[in-house]
């Protein structure tokens, strides 16, 4: 019985150290032929998926832009020249500002001249009371 016993507890332990040691290896491939096998596969992915960016058409836009472009004319200097006299004939104006805002800024100007100036008691009132406990904010 003793024999048994150990039969099969080695046995058991040929089994476990079988089942660990590595698979036999395959014959080792050259760098060539992993380099066809990768540039495979990366064709095959490529191929698969769609172009989700629309760089090729972008691209093909852009070429036939230029294209266009190129066939107009430059401007010439007297072309030029008459472009900046027209931008600078409307006196300035612009989104920023112009006649009119000229025009409401000077009003503004008018109405705030009309508007009494406070004294120097009521400064003095407004400055107590801007430093009284009561008015702090919390």
Known sequence: M???LIALIAGGFATVAAAQTAAPATAPATKAEMNKEKAKEVGSVTAKESDTSGTRAMAAE????TA???EL???TTAAKQADAKAATAAGGASATGGPATAAQAAKNTAVSKEVPK???AQRKADEKAAASPKNATP
């Open 2 to 4: 003793n024999k048994l």
């Open 62 to 65: 852009q070429k036939a832009n």
């Open 68 to 70: 266009k472009s190129k």
């Open 73 to 75: 004319a430059k401007p």
């Open 118 to 120: 406070a004294t120097e």
